[in-house]
T-cell receptor
Framework: AQSVTQPDIHITVSEGASLELRCNYSYGATPYLFWYVQSPGQGLQLLLKYFSGDTLVQGIKGFEAEFKRSQSSFNLRKPSVHWSDAAEYFCAVGGGGADGLTFGKGTHLIIQP | GAGVSQTPSNKVTEKGKYVELRCDPISGHTALYWYRQSLGQGPEFLIYFQGTGAADDSGLPNDRFFAVRPEGSVSTLKIQRTERGDSAVYLC?????????????FGPGTRLTVL
């Protein structure tokens, strides 16, 4: 069965500092990987996705993620966070096409001034 | 254009009651998904529709949960004999189906509280 692990429940980062959110997945075939962000009262918004090809993918809002097959990881990074990045971040895996997604439990990002 | 809408935004009910949650997908999207997000958890897949038919209902927790999409657009998630453990945010998403992958666009959710 597929699964996603986000080891960090909470992360606190100072504004302007760099950020890395960890994601490990388990999937029996070639995974389709996603990062979503959820702000209070808002729906889930797709930040970026990986299907194949270049293992470093760029997303919206200055985020990027790197797929490492050998480590079964898809970590999210941002070089300099802004206070508006405070939110819940979810990593998800799917099989492509129109499959339902399997989400991790999320990482709550807190930005210190 | 309009995104995915869900009604009501909040629903409070008593244990044992029946509830219906509605999802209005993005116009033209033929795929529709229901997820459930419990407190402190990520969304959990419930069911996926392609057009009017349920293509995958493997995530429905038991037979108290049922969903329909009779005309291939609006969908209703129905929960019978609600239990306190059903309290969660129910998320709906929709996507196109052409191409290898289709981004799922999520609605704001319906927060269900079972007292």
């Amino acid at each position: 069965a597929q699964s996603v692990t986000q080891p960090d429940i909470h992360i606190t980062v100072s504004e302007g500092a760099s950020l890395e959110l960890r994601c490990n997945y388990s999937y029996g075939a070639t995974p389709y990987l996603f990062w979503y962000v959820q702000s209070p009262g808002q729906g889930l918004q797709l930040l970026l996705k990986y299907f194949s090809g270049d293992t470093l993918v760029q997303g919206i809002k200055g985020f990027e993620a790197e797929f490492k097959r050998s480590q079964s990881s898809f970590n999210l990074r941002k070089p300099s966070v802004h206070w508006s990045d405070a939110a819940e971040y979810f990593c998800a895996v799917g099989g492509g096409g129109a499959d339902g997604l399997t989400f991790g439990k999320g990482t709550h990002l807190i930005i210190q001034p | 254009g309009a995104g995915v809408s869900q009604t009501p935004s909040n629903k409070v009910t008593e244990k044992g009651k029946y509830v219906e949650l509605r999802c209005d997908p993005i116009s033209g999207h033929t795929a529709l998904y229901w997820y459930r997000q419990s407190l402190g958890q990520g969304p959990e897949f419930l069911i996926y529709f392609q057009g009017t038919g349920a293509a995958d209902d493997s995530g429905l927790p038991n037979d108290r949960f049922f969903a329909v999409r009779p005309e291939g657009s609006v969908s209703t998630l129905k929960i019978q004999r609600t239990e306190r453990g059903d309290s969660a945010v129910y998320l709906c998403a929709s996507s196109r189906t052409s191409g290898r992958y289709n981004e799922q666009f999520f609605g704001p959710g319906t927060r269900l509280t079972v007292l």
